[in-house]
């Protein structure tokens, strides 16, 4: 190849670590927006575009395509995933049970199915791609008309089988998140109506400690009163009130 496995280790290295500068940069960009979610959407259609550009640029076998094909899609990938930590959490911040369990399934189920089939489909659409590019090749030269017949844009758009399907997932998730309710950051930044809906609910909180506190309060003196009454005692209050006496002539 154009380069060796020492030089491709040490490409990825320079990639991940630059990417991982990205997400902070991203993580502490979010906090400047109204929303959040606003970052991902920027994210989503940038992965959309770049995606199949990054497959074309590997096709240019040079180490400047290689490097501007992963930053580019790294960018836009670090748009997602540095704002998807606090994200998460942030959508069911009234109750931070549902936030381990929303985040707990649906992060885990989604990174399952789809992150971690991710490079299976992607290598299976590369080796497609290895297929018709053959059958290509082969057709135009029962054409006759050899590999000058067939342009080298059109050996290009097999290549790019990868980068449609990562396309078609971010494509998948844009969809997705349009159906999530525009969430403030927190409630120390988030709108009036998101304040006052945290102030019901801890409100609602204490009413219900409040009821249970008082119902076990009057359990309590029940229970002692009926141990009273059992052992004899004289009860307090009791010799308050006396039946009316009735006299017989």
Not at 52 to 71: D, N
């Amino acid at each position: 190849g154009i380069m060796s496995e020492q030089e491709a280790d040490l490409l990825n290295f320079f990639v991940i670590g630059t990417q991982i500068f990205f997400i902070v940069f991203a993580g502490k960009m979010s906090d400047s927006f109204p929303h959040r979610m606003d970052l991902v959407r920027i994210g989503l259609p940038g992965m959309i575009v770049a995606a199949p550009i990054m497959f074309g640029l590997f096709e240019s076998e040079s180490w400047f395509g290689y490097v501007i094909a992963q930053l580019q899609f790294g960018f836009c990938l670090s748009l997602v995933q540095g704002v998807m930590a606090s994200w998460e959490v942030e959508l069911w911040m009234a109750d931070p049970t549902l936030s381990f369990t929303g985040v707990a399934i649906g992060h885990n189920v989604a990174s399952t199915l789809f992150g971690g089939t991710m490079p299976l489909v992607a290598t299976g659409l590369y080796y497609r791609s290895n297929s018709l590019i053959q059958n290509m090749q082969s057709s135009a030269e029962e054409a006759n008309g050899g590999f000058e017949s067939v342009s080298e844009y059109e050996f290009l758009w097999p290549r790019l089988l990868p980068g449609f399907y990562l396309s078609f997932l971010s494509c998948v998730s844009l969809y997705c998140i349009s159906f999530v309710v525009r969430h403030p950051h927190d409630v120390r930044t988030g709108d009036s109506r998101l304040k006052q809906a945290v102030l019901t609910e801890l409100d609602n909180k204490a009413s219900s400690r409040k009821k249970k506190s008082s119902k076990a309060d009057k359990e309590k003196k029940r229970k002692q009163l009926e141990k009273s009454l059992q052992s004899g005692e004289v009860v307090e209050g009791a010799g308050a009130y006396e039946p009316p006496q009735v006299v017989l002539s």
